[in-house]
């Protein structure tokens, strides 16, 4: 297991408020953007690396509607809405308003996810100064989560936690293109169109644990 990988393995337990213990590590540790939103679209919890991402703190983020931050208001209709939690999954870009005023451009995914227990939608936000809007795709209608190789579902993790190819290549001791093949093969594999899709895809789904 990798240095990052191992940050976050803390004892699998309940918290308070039901959260299995190491999904609620890995999210708040994690350097990627990500939100928890309710069935009304309306903040349940945002990590640190989306409040520096808008400029809002948690306190404020939280039970705030999404559409808030969103340049435009809500990206899509009720009905729209509905359509995609009934999907599961959903992707695209959007502008975010940082709380100085500035536009934050994002590429970004969610899911319905499978860990808290209380159908709550998990949003990755991933900044295209970071990552670029170049790596989107159209996935292999036929995914299938289980069969994501020891090594892809090792780099995925990285990808959840924050790292970026270099990174993970240097931790990992393979070339930046290996690291690339991977991620590719596992968003076939996971139904990802985007980096954020396969963040949110990895968190949402118990992925971030059971490759841990």
Known sequence: MSRAAASVTVPRVSLGDGWPALFESAFRQSRNAMVLLDERR??????????????????????????????DGPLVTEPEWQQWLAAGRFAGEATLLHADGHAVTVQWGATTEAVTGRRLVLVAALHTSRWGPRFRRTPDAR???RALSAREAEVVRLVALGQTGPEIADDLGIAHDTVRTHVRHAMDKLGARSRAHLVAKVFGGDLIMRSG
Do not use: K
């Open 42 to 71: 309306r903040v349940v919890d945002a990590n640190a690396a989306m409040v520096g991402l808008v400029g809002h703190s948690r306190a404020w983020l939280v039970r705030r509607p999404m559409a808030e931050i969103v340049a």
């Open 143 to 145: 995914h299938d989560p």
